[in-house]
Structures are given as C-alpha cells and as structure tokens.
C-alpha cells in the first residue's frame, strides 16, 4: 500500500469516526430534546391541572357565597359560617365577621330582598411572570397579593324595597325633606350588580369591589316621578 492509499485510508477512518461520534451525539440530543419535551407536557398538563382546580374551588366558593347573599344564611349555624369563613378570607377578617366583609358589610339597606345570578366567571389569573405585566396585569397582582390568585366576576340583578336605612346609606341629602323620603320608602327598585372578588394563591378572598347601577335601578321613579328622581340623584351635601 503506497504512501498516499495510507493517507486516504487514515482520512477516511477519522471521517469514519467523526460521523458515527457525530451519530452518537445526534441520537443523544433527541433522546434529552423527546425527555425535555415530555417534561414540559407534563408541566403544562399538571399546571392546566391546577388552575382547573383552582377555578373550580374559587367558582365554588363564591356561588356558596352569593347563595348565602339570597338566603341570608349560608345554610350553616353561626359556628359553621365562622369555620367556612375562615377559610376563605384572612384571619383579621375571618375572626372579625366575615359573612358581612363579603356579603353586606353591614346591615341589610333594603327590605323584601331577592337576588338573582345571571353568571359567574373567573376574569384573570396572575401569573409567575413578573417581567411580562403590563400596567392592568400588575394592579391585579397588587390587589390578589401576587402570583397565583384570581378575580372573579359575578353578574346579577337585585331587587328590594327602599327603606330609611337605604335613604341613610345612599341619599342623606334628602333626610331634611321627610315629605320625599315618605314617598320613596317601599318603592321597589331592580338594580342590576357586578361583583369582583379577588383571590389570593391559596384561595383567600383578599379584596372586593360591587358596582351597583342605581340610575338603571331608578328607572321607574324617573319615568313616573321625574322631580322625585331629581331630588334624589342631586348633589349630596
């Protein structure tokens, strides 16, 4: 064998070796890229897991709350309500009544109450990313106290009858004309709510917002009694 069929031969076996090491190398990538990628899928499913639990505890319980809104009751004794409360709100508001923090924080402000839910959605999660918030990402991850929680919205229409602790809470610019307030007590109105209720990552109630359309809910009076509506959605004092 001459000098130059040594030299190809030599060429051709390092050749050889580069691509069978070069082989190796290849089938040890997939084999990481199929482990990394299965990894991921089970990531992804047990994350889609979790927030499919998490919605459907917060879902949970906030149609337990709104169904004790219309029942007034919850359907649980007073010690019953305080362990269901403390649960779901934190232990400042939890030991400090927490059926009116969520319900009504207060006593009630109409008489013939009745409530109606016309749907129940969770708006938002807050995610890990911190980086990635945008101004309305970051509020909502300042009002669930970071990562994790959720706001969820609850739609419905209330109804109930004016009484003088409504005219109080609501209208106080128009106790000094008794003559008004007596042709309002008893005017039923229908007021159509929005309810967010934020949660924290461990499924805490940790902010609430209602927004109540009065002026839709005092249709009837405005279109009967236009002076009396105008009186009672003037300037407060």
């Known amino acids: 064998m001459s000098a130059s069929q040594r030299e190809r ?14 082989t190796l190398d290849i089938n040890d990538l997939r084999q990481q890229v199929r482990y ?10 047990r994350l889609l897991l979790t927030r499919q639990h998490f ?17 007034e009751a919850l359907g649980l004794t007073p010690s019953e309500r305080g362990f269901f ?3 779901i709100l934190p232990g400042d508001v939890a030991t400090g009544g927490g059926h009116g923090f969520v319900l009504q924080r207060g006593r009630p402000l109409f008489s013939h109450r009745a409530c109606a839910i016309t749907s129940i959605r969770v708006l938002s999660f807050v995610g890990d990313d911190v980086e990635a918030d945008d101004e309305e990402a970051a509020e909502l991850r300042r009002l669930c106290g970071g990562s994790g929680g959720c706001v969820v919205e609850a739609l419905g229409n209330f109804t109930g009858r004016i009484t003088r602790a409504t005219i109080t809470a609501l209208f106080p610019h128009i106790l000094c004309n008794e003559t008004l307030v007596a042709r309002l007590l008893g005017l039923r109105i229908a007021c159509p709510a929005r309810l967010l209720l934020y949660f924290d990552g461990q499924r805490r109630i940790v902010q609430q917002t209602v927004r109540a359309d009065m002026v839709t809910a005092l249709n009837s009076l405005r279109e009967a009694r236009p002076n009396d509506f105008a009186a009672l959605m003037g300037p407060s004092r």
């Open 9 to 22: 031969r030599r060429n051709y076996e390092a050749h050889e070796s580069r691509v069978y090491n070069l």
């Open 85 to 87: 409360f403390s649960g």
């Open 55 to 71: 919605e459907r505890d917060v879902l949970s319980v906030v149609d337990r709350i709104l169904c004790g809104f219309r029942d």
């Open 36 to 45: 990394l990628t299965e990894r991921r899928d089970l990531h992804v499913m």
